[in-house]
């Protein structure tokens, strides 16, 4: 494989498509390795052509482009299993039942450490049990999406920034939106800047910087929940992915040279999965964690 270290062929492998990349023996014949996913959201669309007579403003304008990927597709497998397991749970547990079995002893472990060490030490035990189904659902969908990049030939959704982005979003709103609904709308705000004991002409410069100052904060806390994530599941799954490419980048050396590159690609892979594993759930952990925090710290802000 000449381009086995190429980076776009290295990055094709982390990055959302429309197509699953498998073994050639596992694809339908004629596909090269790729399985494609249909795409019911598709329909032909003529441009809309724009003419004014000024080359500055005409335009041609796309068509809304509504792709299934399958990131998407492992998304909802991932929202799917998640109600397989947690109904059925819940189904146990109802009427003060306990969980019997391993299976479900282990996911009542998830749901309680979350509770017991995440949420009520974050947020305090009377506020911080109204948000544990927030954080629950967002740990294990976040769980769940780590752990699919650990299997063959399928892709991590954390991986893209359009998730990270969106999963950050969700919890900006949750944190803004329980901020103003515990202090009013204008309370919230206010919080946001300490309280100071300021001369006049001194406060009226200070506050309004400190007030934007504070606001940066609160948005750069969330960027910065986003690209954490995703900088740390991409580039677990991009190094797996060079050491692998390797093995093919190699095979042209030699017998002897391609058997020894071989062997460690593999030995220095099976390490680095094990690594991936624990930083699947690490993540997972921190993000929801740091949730908690930023949740706590809009509804007590003092």
């Known amino acids: 494989m000449a381009d086995a270290l190429d980076p776009n062929h290295l990055f094709s492998h982390v990055e959302d498509s429309t197509y699953f990349h498998v073994p050639r023996a596992l694809a339908p014949a004629g596909s090269d390795g790729h399985v494609y996913l249909p795409q019911p959201l598709q329909v032909d669309k003529p441009l809309l052509e724009v003419h004014t007579g000024n080359p500055l403003i005409d335009r041609t304008i796309q068509p809304l482009d509504l792709k299934f990927t399958k990131f998407m597709f492992l998304e909802a497998v991932v929202a799917i299993l998640i109600c397989v397991f947690f109904i059925g749970l819940a189904r146990r547990l109802k009427g003060g039942s306990l969980a019997k079995g391993r299976w479900w002893n282990l996911l009542e472990v998830f749901l309680l450490f979350i509770r017991d060490d995440v949420a009520r030490p974050c947020i305090g035990k009377h506020d911080g049990d109204r948000f544990v189904p927030f954080l629950w659902t967002l740990f294990l969908f976040l769980l ?115 058997g020894g590159i071989t062997l460690a690609s593999v030995l220095g892979a099976t390490t680095l999965s094990l690594l991936e594993l624990f930083v699947a759930f690490l993540q997972a952990y921190i993000f929801v964690f740091l949730s908690a925090v930023f949740i706590g710290a809009a509804v007590h802000p003092h």
């Open 144 to 258: 769940g999406c780590n752990l699919m990049g650990m299997i063959p030939w399928m892709g991590s959704p954390t991986s893209t920034l359009a998730v990270t982005g969106a999963l950050a979003l969700v919890t900006f709103l949750v944190v803004t939106g329980s901020g103003m609904a515990k202090l009013g709308v204008l309370g919230f705000w206010k919080a946001q800047v300490p309280h100071m004991d300021l001369p006049g002409a001194a406060a009226m410069v200070l506050i309004p910087m400190i007030f934007v100052i504070e606001i940066l904060g609160l948005l750069i806390k969330h960027c910065v929940l986003a690209v954490r994530l995703l900088a740390n599941m991409m580039g677990g799954h991009v190094v797996l992915a060079v050491i692998v490419a390797f093995i093919g980048a190699s095979f042209s050396a030699g017998a002897a040279i391609w």
